[in-house]
């Protein structure tokens, strides 16, 4: 990570007007509405956008997968707003961060930190006494303070509402799969809304007539999902770039029984 100084970093700020949420919120509490309520309040022709309310509930790596795979389709000085918190009301520092040529803001339990270290990117905390905060919510740090960071300075506050950078933000560690006597060992590191199981395995992870294994049985390895013959799971190289097991119009965590953490095996 980067450190920058507050003025230097404050000259080149470019916001496009454009926020993003990435919450486990879900939408039937109106949390997230309230979240976009705060930001409208101040930034009244802000441009808002959900990732997703969905994050399966205080699943930090879910979070940090679907932000850093989500966040490079915006435009550059888009403003992400990531909220997957188990640690509300405790004593952790809120973050602000910049990261190819992008801002987010959220608490420092690692999902940040990551987009940083992956990036090259800079850090900062917010000090919310100086964006007018005098009480926040035990239970609502993402409207008390990280939707109000957000409207406001899309509204123009300058950064001076930020302390200093800091270099050692909390950074979440995904796991990455590791050699064995017997080749690769990967794992299953998110389980999506289809019931695709995607592992932490690349191409580099598989080499010329190489094969997966899920204990002894080989998958089929196909390019696309019609190529799967029903009933039966394969494997495949998703959008994020990560190999999945998938079900052919099926859930393959369903059909399989499998979760986040269970080991899948490259072999020569």
């Known amino acids: 990570m980067r450190c920058e100084t507050l003025s230097t970093q404050s000259s080149r700020t470019l916001y496009s007007g454009i926020v993003t949420f990435l919450t486990d919120f879900g939408t039937e509490d109106g949390y997230a509405g309230v979240m976009k309520g705060v930001v409208l309040a101040h930034a009244p022709g802000a441009r808002l956008v959900d990732i997703t309310h969905?994050?399966?509930?205080?699943?930090?790596?879910?979070?940090?997968?679907?932000?850093?795979?989500?966040?490079?389709?915006?435009?550059?000085?888009?403003?992400?707003?990531?909220?997957?918190?188990?640690?509300?009301g405790s004593v952790r520092r809120h973050l602000f961060c910049k990261a190819a040529a992008h801002f987010f803001i959220g608490p420092d339990n690692g999902v940040l930190g990551r987009i940083a270290e992956l990036n090259r990117g800079s850090v900062f905390e917010i000090d919310p006494a100086l964006l007018g905060v005098t009480k926040a919510s035990n239970t609502f740090h993402g409207r008390d303070i990280y939707a109000l960071a957000a409207g406001k300075?899309?509204?123009?506050?300058?950064?001076?509402?930020?302390?200093?950078?800091?270099?050692d933000p909390e950074v979440l560690q995904i796991p990455e799969p590791c050699e064995v006597e017997a080749g690769v060992e990967g794992e299953i590191i998110h389980i999506d809304h289809f019931g695709n199981l995607i592992t932490n395995l690349r191409t580099q992870h598989l080499g010329e007539g190489s094969c997966v294994c899920l204990g002894e049985?080989?998958?089929?390895?196909?390019?696309?999902?019609?190529?799967?013959?029903?009933?039966?799971?394969?494997?495949?190289?998703?959008?994020?770039?990560?190999?999945?097991?998938?079900?052919?119009?099926?859930?393959?965590?369903?059909?399989?029984?499998?979760?986040?953490?269970?080991?899948?095996?490259?072999?020569?």
């Open 54 to 88: 969905c994050v399966p509930r205080f699943n930090l790596c879910a979070a940090a997968l679907i932000l850093e795979n989500s966040f490079p389709s915006f435009p550059a000085g888009s403003l992400h707003v990531m909220v997957v918190d188990p640690g509300v």
């Open 153 to 167: 300075l899309l509204a123009g506050l300058d950064r001076s509402a930020f302390s200093a950078p800091i270099t």
């Open 217 to 268: 049985e080989r998958l089929a390895i196909v390019s696309s999902y019609s190529e799967l013959e029903e009933g039966k799971p394969g494997l495949i190289l998703n959008s994020w770039g990560y190999y999945e097991i998938a079900c052919r119009e099926g859930s393959a965590a369903c059909l399989l029984e499998m979760r986040v953490g269970e080991k899948v095996s490259v072999k020569p």
